[in-house]
């Protein structure tokens, strides 16, 4: 099992940023990508971000590139989301995820472990 607890969300103004964190603790070894996803009220979850545990590899949504940017410490066991210039339609919970095989990096059922959330709120 690996556990994750998320933090960082908030409420913002447009234009603003907000930095989310994902610590991640047990079975650690077994992470092969973390990735982020959102889930606003009346739609489905969608994908975010990813990065590969090991090389550091990331992917975005098209509607995130050059906004947000993941990263990783692997000491600390912690994954992050920058969130710059952030616009009212980025309001969601956000949810921190652990694949541990290589499938298919924006697919929700390819994600083995899930944190709790924490709601981003941006505010025109």
């Known amino acids: 099992q690996v556990q994750l607890v998320e933090s960082g969300g908030g409420l913002v103004q447009a234009g603003g940023s907000l930095r989310l964190s994902c610590a991640a603790s047990g079975r650690t070894f077994s992470i092969y990508r973390m990735g982020w996803f959102r889930q606003a009220p009346g739609k489905d979850r969608e994908f975010v971000a990813a990065?590969?545990?090991?090389?550091?590899?990331?992917y975005y949504a098209d509607s995130v590139k050059g906004r947000i940017t993941i990263s990783r410490d692997n000491a600390k066991n912690t994954v992050y989301l920058q969130m710059n210039s952030l616009k009212p339609e980025d309001t969601a919970v956000y949810y921190c995820?652990?694949?541990?095989?290589?499938?298919?990096?924006?697919?929700?059922?390819?994600?083995?472990?899930w944190g709790q959330g924490t709601q981003v709120t941006v505010s025109s």
């Open positions: 995820a652990v694949a541990r095989n290589m499938l298919r990096v924006g697919v929700r059922s390819d994600y083995d472990y």
């Open positions: 990065i590969t545990w090991s090389g550091g590899t990331t």
